[in-house]
């Protein structure tokens, strides 16, 4: 499978999981991901499982406490104006979460799939216009900045004794500081690369050197796949 295979493949998914509103349509998505997993990542398949599962917990308790134990009813009952039920207002909720988590669950599915290429590899053999693979090295260059940005706003907060190490009282009164921290740390090493550090090294002009190389050309893998996920986007409306 390609890069721009597996990004096509997790789109069509994606998509399929959006177009469906109940648990029976968005059935067919986590069998497509769950043949997938055994076919393509295997024993990594886990990890993806227990990654998109820990995306989805902190929303699911939240939607449960709000619509199941405040509200007592789903949205399409409360337009309705009907009485409702629990039931309803747990199947809305299990909907929106399941949809969440075929989301998270396709996307990670595709990166531990290219877990083996680095980021630069998969761009590189990606087809899509040179700006746009630029602009992705580019963001994905900030990641690690912006990182350690963050732990070194956080570190100097807690010298100061603005911010507690650990969950308190003081980080909900003053963590709009480490927030504004954060802020201006990432902007003030985003102005110092656009204006000194990137066009010292030159680094548009190498990085098109870089990204030079041909795309890889689409296999039999990405059509069976994609024809898989249009199939099951099919399923899913239709159900």
Same mark, same amino acid.
């Given at each position: 499978?390609?890069?721009?295979?597996?990004?096509?493949?997790?789109?069509?998914?994606?998509?399929?999981?959006?177009?469906?509103?109940?648990?029976? !349509?968005?059935?067919?998505?986590?069998?497509?991901?769950?043949?997938?997993?055994?076919?393509?990542?295997?024993?990594?398949?886990?990890? =993806?499982?227990?990654?998109?599962?820990?995306?989805?917990?902190?929303?699911?308790?939240?939607?449960?406490?709000?619509?199941?134990?405040?509200?007592?009813?789903?949205?399409?009952?409360?337009?309705?104006?009907?009485?409702?039920?629990?039931?309803?207002?747990?199947?809305?909720?299990?909907?929106?979460?399941?949809?969440?988590?075929?989301?998270?669950?396709?996307?990670?599915?595709?990166?531990?799939?290219?877990?083996?290429?680095?980021?630069?590899?998969?761009?590189?053999?990606?087809?899509?216009?040179?700006?746009?693979?630029?602009?992705?090295?580019?963001?994905?260059?900030?990641?690690?900045?912006?990182?350690?940005?963050?732990?070194?706003?956080?570190?100097?907060?807690?010298?100061?004794?603005?911010?507690?190490?650990?969950?308190?009282?003081?980080?909900?009164?003053?963590?709009?500081?480490?927030?504004?921290?954060?802020?201006?740390?990432?902007?003030?090493? =985003?102005?110092?690369?656009?204006?000194?550090?990137?066009?010292?090294?030159?680094?548009?002009?190498?990085?098109?050197?870089?990204?030079?190389?041909?795309?890889?050309?689409?296999?039999? =893998?990405? !059509?069976?796949?994609?024809?898989?996920?249009?199939?099951?986007?099919?399923?899913?409306?239709?159900?």
């Amino acid at each position: 499978m390609t890069p721009s295979g597996g990004i096509a493949f997790a789109l069509v998914v994606i998509g399929a999981a959006m177009i469906t509103g109940d648990l029976v !349509g968005l059935a067919a998505p986590l069998v497509l991901c769950a043949v997938f997993a055994t076919l393509e990542v295997r024993d990594r398949a886990v990890t =993806a499982l227990a990654w998109s599962a820990g995306i989805v917990a902190p929303l699911a308790l939240f939607l449960c406490i709000v619509w199941v134990g405040v509200v007592g009813r789903s949205p399409e009952e409360i337009a309705a104006g009907a009485t409702g039920t629990r039931v309803a207002a747990l199947a809305h909720v299990a909907t929106v979460c399941t949809r969440l988590f075929l989301v998270a669950l396709a996307i990670q599915l595709v990166l531990l799939h290219f877990a083996c290429m680095t980021p630069l590899q998969f761009i590189r053999a990606m087809r899509a216009p040179s700006g746009l693979k630029r602009l992705l090295v580019l963001t994905l260059s900030w990641i690690d900045t912006i990182l350690h940005a963050v732990d070194r706003s956080r570190t100097a907060l807690i010298t100061a004794g603005i911010i507690a190490p650990r969950l308190s009282v003081k980080n909900a009164a003053h963590g709009f500081i480490l927030v504004q921290t954060v802020w201006l740390s990432v902007i003030t090493i =985003a102005l110092g690369r656009l204006r000194d550090k990137w066009p010292a090294e030159n680094t548009l002009a190498r990085l098109d050197e870089a990204l030079q190389a041909p795309p890889q050309p689409l296999r039999f =893998a990405d !059509g069976a796949w994609l024809a898989a996920a249009i199939a099951t986007a099919i399923v899913a409306k239709v159900a």
